[in-house]
């Protein structure tokens, strides 16, 4: 059981368990708020345990949000975990779905936010546990079948926010080109000072603007956090 300020989380029936990839998508991601009355919209795809649909919905009280998780124990620990807290069991919905299928029924430009944690391998052995290799591979879930959907879902001021590795960052950029999806934020992640950037956040729109590019770094070298990731997930963490 993983405690955090204002819920907690129970992974264990998932293949994919709770890290820091997915507390840092929740912590950053931003949306497009028209105004504290209007509902906001949003989808996780390949929502695991609840814990990114969870913190959308601590950051955002409008947010009206449908979990989309393959995996029939995920979907069951993501149900539970949202169910253990009222506030957020009202509006957010776990539904146990094939990403194909789900993105086929939802209406165009019907979306403020769509976040994903996707899987990261494209390549290499897949694991014999079939959870797991869904999990883990971008058998059902890629990066293109990922954007694609963005560009058809989204509203003109929506956004979609991912987080993947940082040897990622040519093939998405090309990608999200062609999807004609724009990037408007992009955090690049170090783990600690020194090392080469592992992480990439990044927010794409349909509409062109500015782009907001910034570093992150985790820990300092002597393996204390940096302020900068503290002040991040301050509203989450405990020891933060």
């Not at 890290?19 to 912590?27: H, N, P, R, S």
């Not at 789900?102 to 996707?118: D, F, K």
Request: hydrophobic share 40%.
């Amino acid at each position: 059981m993983f405690h955090f300020k204002q819920f907690d989380i129970n992974d264990e029936a998932c293949a994919m368990k709770i890290g820091t990839d997915g507390v840092l998508l929740g912590a950053w991601a931003d949306a497009h708020v028209v105004s504290e009355q209007s509902p906001l919209r949003c989808a996780d795809i390949g929502a695991g345990s609840g814990l990114i649909a969870m913190m959308i919905a601590q950051r955002y009280p409008q947010a009206e949000i449908t979990a989309v998780e393959i995996d029939p124990d995920a979907c069951r620990c993501a149900q539970a975990n949202i169910a253990a807290v009222p506030t957020f069991a009202s509006r957010i919905s776990v539904e146990n779905s094939d990403f194909a299928d789900y993105a086929a029924a939802c209406p165009a430009a019907s979306l403020h936010l769509i976040v994903s944690n996707p899987p990261f391998f494209s390549g290499g052995l897949v694991a014999p546990n079939a959870s797991r290799a869904r999990a883990r591979h971008q058998t059902q879930l890629s990066y293109a079948a990922l954007i694609g959907f963005a560009a058809k879902a989204l509203t003109p001021e929506g956004s979609l926010a991912i987080v993947t590795p940082a040897d990622c960052r040519d093939d998405i950029t090309m990608t999200a080109e062609l999807a004609r999806l724009k990037i408007r934020r992009l955090c690049t992640v170090t783990t600690r000072e020194g090392r080469p950037p592992a992480r990439i956040l990044w927010q794409f729109s349909r509409t062109d603007g500015p782009i907001v590019s910034e570093t992150l770094t985790l820990r300092h070298t002597d393996n204390t956090y940096t302020n900068e990731y503290r002040r991040l997930t301050a509203d989450f963490y405990l020891h933060f």
